[in-house]
């Protein structure tokens, strides 16, 4: 037997470990076919179709790379590049590809279809419509099409409509992965709660394994008020995955409400054992210990929180709060100085962002920082209060007194308004008789002077 008979035969027995889902094994024989016969496209198109199973998706992509390289006409090693290329995050390169597909072929449907998400992904959503409107024209009915224009409705809000579009999903594939779970994510966004449950539960016989759809399904649970039965999803989704930190937390989350906070510390305790760089496990271990008043374990796990640098603004407001709360006034300026970056329309942010920094003696800072806050909300009083507030400690009482009357007009019986207002004048009235008595007093202190 020659080398390239070998290597035939290599690529026969991988498709048969393939077949078998033993991908490691089939990896192995492509990689060894491939170092005989490395012109042969096709197998490393396999080589990347195994990678993907392994979900090792930055091999993939090499892989796909080294087919088109041989063939760059290989829509199906295009397509797969763009898919991968999505998957980790590279979206501009992604739709690149799938262009490049239309161009070699502009009748091939999934060119259009896999830019719907690509583009809803972007935020682009009038192109994701279009893409959906020209996939059409090639291919009727495409369950991926709806399925993926669904997403893009979803998050723009449109949960009935996205609804219609998961409901065609399973008109044409009723056994389309993942689809029951898009559903019931859009009857908990429109607040039906219950029907949410639901398609959750079909979700789950469809893929009893999917700790994930446990997880979302627990925290539904939890706001229903089925406290019991959210605890019990959740010890399931341990069970599941043991190693895995996911379900931990949101038990230990779930004891945290129940104020079983032994319980919690060592859930979260486990957490951070198998990942110490989950997002959120210390900063619920510095509200235990804060609850417990042990401040100087509460400071360290939320500064520790506050390293990992969290991109979540949730955690970044209770984050803060906390923060605030142990005096640690400095890393609450920083903590919400993230989450404006993050979420610069929130106007608590700005409002939070500005006390904090009134509370580090950063006056001017919070100042210019209340003054963002009323460009997004105009007529909040409380912003007025902290503005009028810390002119009154800068003793600019004429700007003080502005700001408290600016508030009266948007709220006439705001009794706090009110109370600040009179004590301003009264701090002014007082101001201004120093004022008096500084200039009367070296001028008496000079005439005693030459009478002695």
Avoid at 93 to 104: G, N, Q, V, W, Y
Avoid at 198 to 218: K, S
Wanted: aromatic share 8%; net charge negative; glycine share 6%.
């Amino acid at each position: 037997m020659n080398q390239w008979d070998d290597a035939e035969r290599r690529v026969e027995r991988a498709q048969e470990l393939f077949e078998q889902r033993r991908w490691a094994e089939a990896l192995e024989e492509l990689r060894a076919a491939t170092s005989i016969n490395p012109y042969n496209g096709g197998w490393f198109f396999n080589i990347g179709l195994t990678l993907d199973e392994m979900e090792r998706y930055d091999e993939a992509i090499e892989a796909y790379r080294r087919a088109i390289g041989i063939d760059a006409n290989d829509l199906q090693a295009l397509q797969h590049l763009g898919i991968d290329l999505h998957r980790i995050g590279n979206l501009s390169e992604a739709l690149s590809t799938f262009e490049k597909m239309e161009s070699i072929d502009s009748s091939h449907e999934s060119s259009y279809c896999h830019r719907i998400i690509t583009y809803s992904d972007l935020g682009e959503h009038e192109k994701a419509e279009e893409m959906f409107y020209l996939a059409r024209l090639y291919k009727e009915h495409c369950p991926h099409c709806y399925y993926n224009i669904g997403c893009s409705l979803r998050d723009r809000g449109q949960f009935d409509k996205a609804i219609y579009c998961w409901q065609k999903v399973l008109d044409l594939d009723e056994n389309y992965p993942e689809v029951q779970i898009r559903i019931a994510e859009a009857y908990w966004g429109k607040g039906e709660l219950e029907a949410a449950r639901q398609h959750y539960v079909i979700g789950l016989r469809q893929d009893p394994g999917n700790t994930d759809t446990l997880l979302d399904l627990g925290d539904l649970l939890s706001e229903m008020g089925r406290v019991d039965d959210a605890g019990e999803k959740y010890r399931q989704a341990i069970e599941l995955a043991p190693d895995e930190p996911a379900p931990h937390f949101c038990h230990g989350q779930w004891l945290l409400r129940l104020e079983r906070n032994a319980e919690a510390a060592d859930a979260f305790a486990r957490v951070l054992h198998l990942d110490p760089t989950y997002p959120g496990a210390h900063l619920r271990l510095g509200e235990l210990y804060y609850r417990q008043r042990d401040l100087a374990q509460s400071r360290k796990h939320l500064r520790a929180e506050l390293l990992l640098r969290p991109q979540d603004a949730q955690l970044l407001r209770d984050l803060s709060n906390l923060l605030t709360d142990t005096g640690q006034h400095r890393a609450a300026v920083a903590c919400l100085k993230r989450l404006v970056q993050i979420d610069p329309k929130n106007v608590g942010a700005w409002q939070n962002l500005s006390v904090a920094q009134f509370m580090t003696g950063r006056y001017d800072d919070g100042i210019e920082t209340c003054r963002e806050a009323l460009q997004l909300e105009p007529r909040s009083v409380l912003c007025h209060y902290n503005l009028a507030l810390a002119h009154e400690h800068l003793r600019r009482f004429d700007d003080a007194l502005k700001w408290v009357r600016r508030g009266l007009e948007i709220e006439p019986k705001d009794l706090s308004l009110q109370a600040l207002e009179f004590r301003i004048h009264v701090l002014r009235l007082h101001a201004g008789m120093m004022r008096v008595l500084r200039r009367l007093l070296p001028w008496r202190s000079r005439n005693l002077t030459r009478k002695s």
